[in-house]
């Protein structure tokens, strides 16, 4: 058959488009499907957070417990109230099965706080901040650092050697266990703020997270002598005002026929709540009926010397120093030093407390490093 000329081009024109729309629909001239590379979904950013890491160990008496339940909820308060930081970044252990499951992620052991440390240094990046809680008894045994949760103690180095490799540039660890002073050398790193309840070889159980709890919760601290007055509490700050706070309630108290005596509107309340319990209760003290908590709180003398002229029968003697290392140089330093209050200064870079200055639970950033000191109160302060 002949095909004109005319029809032939009409006809090619046809068989074009039908190729054409084979391919693009996928298929060849044989009819088989063309495979395509598949495309992967785009990952959606993940924007920078504060992750929290709080550990608390067995209890031990009752009135412990209380006292953990206490700081450990008031912390978690602070943090998703006043720190704003995200519920369901905030990861609990706990050893206290009396403590609200509602706030328990798991239970305190040597695997799951182990387990925990190495997620959470998987999971953090450089623009995160970490905050880690410490809070229950430990000792240290031939040199280690122990703390007591259910099981196998966790040595506490360990745990340290576990947190190296967090990439984080904002850490903050707060050890409040017996055992924290004897950790600086091992927990202490670049980018990270330390704070432990107790100095090196000491291990009377602390109190010091009371009085820490209390510069967070309030604008005491902030606007303290030495405080910054800019409406956040920082970590220097905090350390400062509670290392002084804890050390006078300490020295308030003296030990009487009938219990305790102390005596002060803001120590005797305290003092019921750390300590009240029933006569049979271990950690339990007894109130004196002579102590007037009506009565003006006075500042006493700070004495670390058993024999100093200035101790009297009966007081308490301070045994717990808390010190900070923010430094580099695996060694803390104490607010307490020398029977006296001497707040770290923080001002200069690289000094003590210069990066505590900066780091704000729940900030990811750090604060702008402090201005000098002015003249007349850097030359107050110049020795001699």
């Not at 970490?130 to 031939?142: E, K």
């Not at 990439?167 to 202490?188: C, E, H, R, W, Y």
């Not at 900066?358 to 000098?372: E, K």
Request: with cysteine; net charge neutral; aromatic share 6%.
């Amino acid at each position: 058959m002949q095909v004109s000329l005319h029809n032939r081009k009409a006809l090619l024109s046809l068989i074009f488009c039908a190729v054409a729309f084979c391919t693009g629909a996928g298929f060849v001239l044989g009819g088989e499907k063309k495979d395509e590379p598949k495309k992967e979904p785009a990952k959606a950013a993940v924007a920078p957070k504060t992750r929290v890491l709080i550990i608390e160990g067995l209890p031990g008496t009752s009135v412990h417990g209380r006292r953990y339940r206490d700081w450990i909820v008031r912390f978690n308060t602070y943090l998703t109230k006043t720190a704003k930081v995200n519920a369901d970044d905030i990861r609990i252990l706990s050893a206290d099965t009396a403590l609200d499951g509602k706030l328990v992620d798991d239970t305190a052991n040597r695997e799951t706080v182990m387990a925990s440390a190495a997620e959470l240094v998987k999971n953090t990046r450089p623009e995160d901040q970490v905050v880690i809680l410490i809070v229950g008894h430990g000792s240290s045994i031939d040199g280690a650092p122990k703390f007591v949760v259910g099981g196998p103690d966790v040595n506490l180095d360990e745990l340290a050697e576990a947190l190296a490799p967090l990439s984080s540039k904002n850490q903050l660890i707060l050890n409040f266990t017996p055992a924290s002073g004897d950790t600086v050398k091992s927990m202490a790193a670049p980018n990270r703020v330390l704070l432990c309840a107790t100095s090196p070889t000491e291990s009377a159980e602390p109190i010091f997270m009371e009085f820490f709890l209390q510069a967070l919760e309030g604008p005491v601290a902030d606007n303290d002598a030495v405080g910054d007055n800019d409406g956040k509490v920082n970590m220097l700050e905090a350390f400062n005002w509670a290392s002084r706070e804890c050390a006078y309630f300490i020295r308030r108290i003296y030990r009487v026929e009938d219990g305790w005596k102390i005596d002060g509107r803001y120590s005797v309340p305290i003092f019921k709540k750390l300590y009240t319990g029933g006569a049979d209760e271990s950690g339990a003290r007894i109130l004196s009926p002579s102590s007037n908590a009506n009565a003006t709180d006075i500042i006493p003398i700070i004495v670390t010397d058993l024999g100093s002229k200035n101790k009297v029968a009966g007081q308490r003697v301070l045994a717990q120093h808390p010190v900070i290392e923010d430094a580099g140089t695996e060694v803390g330093l104490a607010a307490i030093r020398s029977g006296k209050y001497q707040p770290l200064d923080g001002r200069a870079a690289g000094e003590p407390g210069a990066l505590a200055r900066r780091v704000v639970i729940g900030q990811l950033a750090l604060l702008p490093p402090a201005p000098p000191a002015p003249k007349e109160e850097a030359a107050a302060t110049k020795k001699p």
